[in-house]
């Protein structure tokens, strides 16, 4: 906008501005990368009972992080020792929120953890998910800004994707398995299974995803909601799966969608879609379905291969094997 008015201030007459992509894709706002230096315990159960995260994300000043970890982030309220650190490395890229901001991020290092930890312990990740969730229904917030967690609809939606998935009912060969991952953002509460077959050299393919959701009773265009989460779920492994910026010089290399590829027809796959219709007002839906698809597909590529994927995207993972 500011552009297009310098522009036509010299003109002295209404101008139409239309950038490149190569314009467009090298001046924008970007996504916030950062670190994540995990640790946790678990008892000789395989209960999880410590969990530590000191997060180092990108900021504008010492303490302003563009993606902030939030003392309210699960596992927080979960669990009775718990250690959450954030520290801020300055950077001057400009960035923005991507689809369901931060949680996006944040929903691939905590899930992907609790599948760490699950392995660690000898338990069932789908088990060891439940036991983190708790007996108690509702979790208030720590603080008068932070919102309730409702740990019986997550709860709901952890069970209901098992059971439509066939969570545990299924032998894979090496090189194929299930991941599962949960997320609460937005209000909504959503649970993932992916399955996924990893060639031997490596080649990653999705063979399908089911998903549940609880956004409460009021589905008015059930198609409409089925679409959005079937779009956000492709569009969140697109991203998790290849899309990588790099910095020369201070600038964006990549300028177009050959070197910053979208996922394409061939390498989509079907999204099976349940939802869990519960007497609460509707809450977000095009947004909170995209969090748990990455650390589903990273979790079943751990089933299938042993390889666990600790950098995004996917592809800088060697994912081959023997």
Request: charged fraction near 20%.
């Amino acid at each position: 906008m500011i552009e297009a008015a310098a522009i036509s201030q010299k003109a002295g007459a209404p101008v139409k501005l239309t950038w490149t992509r190569e314009d467009d894709m090298r001046h924008d706002h970007y996504r916030p990368g950062g670190f994540h230096f995990l640790k946790g315990g678990v008892d000789e159960k395989g209960k999880v009972v410590a969990w530590q995260d000191h997060y180092l994300g990108f900021g504008y000043s010492a303490g302003k992080t563009y993606s902030g970890l939030g003392g309210d982030e699960f596992p927080a309220r979960f669990l009775p020792n718990i250690r959450l650190e954030q520290s801020t490395l300055v950077c001057d890229v400009p960035m923005g929120p991507l689809r369901a901001p931060g949680s996006n991020v944040f929903a691939w290092v905590i899930q992907s953890f609790i599948d760490e930890l699950a392995h660690a312990g000898g338990r069932d990740p789908v088990e060891l998910r439940l036991e983190l969730l708790g007996d108690r229904d509702m979790v208030p917030g720590s603080g008068p800004r932070s919102l309730p967690y409702n740990a019986a609809r997550m709860k709901g939606v952890v069970r209901l994707v098992a059971e439509k998935s066939g969570w545990g009912t299924k032998k894979f060969p090496r090189g194929q398995g299930q991941g599962v991952a949960f997320h609460f953002s937005h209000r909504g509460y959503f649970a993932e299974v992916a399955e996924v077959t990893v060639d031997q050299d490596g080649t990653l393919h999705v063979n399908k995803a089911c998903v549940a959701a609880d956004v409460g009773s009021q589905i008015v265009n059930l198609s409409g909601a089925e679409s959005q989460v079937q779009g956000s779920v492709i569009d969140g492994f697109g991203a998790a799966w290849q899309q990588e910026l790099d910095l020369q010089h201070g600038a964006i290399v990549q300028g177009n969608f050959n070197e910053y590829p979208m996922i394409r027809i061939p390498d989509s796959f079907p999204v099976e879609v349940h939802f869990l219709k519960t007497d609460y007002p509707p809450t977000g839906l095009g947004e909170p379905a995209l969090p748990p698809i990455a650390p589903a597909v990273c979790n079943a590529i751990f089933a299938a291969i042993g390889k666990r994927v600790r950098t995004l995207p996917i592809t800088r993972t060697d994912l081959s094997w023997s």
